[in-house]
């Protein structure tokens, strides 16, 4: 299988969505001190989720693109990598920072310049909360290697994990498991692509222990999906339902049990897909990828906004301003994926045309 379906896009692009607003809520809940612990639970099981989701759809674009181009080397998915996880991320980096040195000077409150720009420094390369300089951090209390997450931004841990899962899984496949021959200096390479992932194996860090478990089972499901395939609406329907028990079924089965029938859910939704070839509504389709193509953003950057908005300012935390400050976040992140995240592939082909020397072609005279 080489192509998601247009109908389990749209179910893919709604549990998305709906992952970024359990996120979304879920924080929010916190920071307003109401009592709802489904929502607040929910956030870090919709991280779970997304985790499943990363690990699902990039081994289906890895498998699409190779069996579309023989010439796809880790470069290329590098590019693809790079292209679709820096842009919106720099730039959430830079909005972080100045909520942050507007918030501080507002509030009064005092922060290091030196750790400030320093730890800006750190999570442009992706190393936040990196487990060799946690592990020196805390033996041997050394505060250059304290790589926290930037700012106010606590969610920028995961992206991190992220990054490097695709690192480790990208370079693990091409110069490993499709490779003619092993070449030996690419070995410590590996090696230290595979610490994060090895370490969100072995330890639990805020949440359930085995996020790169999670990740790689999603991967697994593209695997798998590929043996059979049943050719029919009903499956495909029971696949929804499963997906959907797996997605709200948490507070009764546990986070692990949970994700556990989610993972059934997609596995069952990438095998009955095939009778996608029936049009999809048009506008249905379009509604959940606009619904899902801010996602991304919005993940980055509600975090600092919900922070800014509560400590910045002095309102009642009632369900009004809830409900106001949750749409308002909506709207920006909106707004920050199409001039930040939705650009990303356009930058992708104009970096590719300068390397490939078409912007520097003499002009005809």
């Known amino acids: 299988m080489n192509k998601i379906s247009e109908p389990a896009s749209v179910v893919l692009n709604a549990v ?32 779970l989720m997304f985790f499943v989701l990363s690990g699902f759809l990039i081994s289906i674009v890895f498998i699409r693109k190779s069996k579309k181009d023989p010439s796809y080397r880790f470069s290329d998915y ?39 720009i320093g730890n800006f420094l750190i999570n442009s390369l992706q190393l936040q909360e990196y487990p060799v300089a946690v592990w020196l951090n805390q033996k041997y209390m050394l505060e250059i290697f304290r790589f926290h997450y930037f700012g106010t931004d606590l969610p920028l841990w995961t992206i991190a994990i992220e ?37 969100y194996i072995l330890v639990s860090v805020r949440m359930e222990r085995g996020l790169t478990l999670y990740w790689f089972l999603g991967v697994v499901l593209t695997a798998g999906g590929t043996m059979l395939y049943l050719h029919n609406r ?36 990438l095998q009955s897909s095939h ?24 993940y980055l950057i509600h975090y600092s906004i919900i922070y800014f908005a509560t400590t910045v300012f ?9 409900i106001i400050i949750y749409v308002v976040i909506n709207v920006v992140a909106f707004i920050f ?21 078409a912007n520097r072609l003499p002009k005809k005279i």
Request: proline content about 3%.
């Open 234 to 269: 009903l499956a495909f329907s029971i696949s929804i339902l499963v997906v959907l028990c797996g997605i709200f079924g948490f507070s009764a089965m546990g986070q692990q049990g949970a994700i556990l029938i989610f993972i059934l859910g997609l596995f069952l939704m």
């Open 275 to 298: 009778f996608q070839y029936e049009k999809m509504n048009r506008f249905i389709q379009r509604l959940s990828e606009y619904a899902a193509g801010y996602s991304y953003s919005l």
């Open 163 to 199: 990054w490097w899962l695709y690192m480790f899984y990208g370079f693990l496949v091409f110069y490993f498991l499709c490779a003619e021959k092993i070449k030996a200096y690419r070995i410590p390479i590996l090696i230290v692509l595979a610490i994060i992932p090895v370490y």
């Open 314 to 322: 002095s309102f009642e935390k009632n369900l009004t301003h809830f």
């Open 337 to 357: 994926a199409e001039i930040f995240e939705k650009k990303s592939k356009h930058w992708k082909i104009k970096y590719e045309n300068y390397r490939s020397g």
């Open 78 to 116: 590098f590019k693809d990598r790079f292209f679709r996880i820096f842009p919106p991320y720099i730039a959430a980096l830079v909005l972080v920072f100045i909520l942050d040195f507007v918030g501080f000077s507002l509030t009064e409150q005092c922060f290091s310049w030196t750790i400030y």
């Open 16 to 47: 998305r969505f709906l992952c970024s607003q359990g996120v979304l809520a879920g924080h929010l809940v916190v920071f307003f001190g109401l009592s709802c612990p489904f929502l607040v639970t929910m956030a870090s099981y919709c991280v």
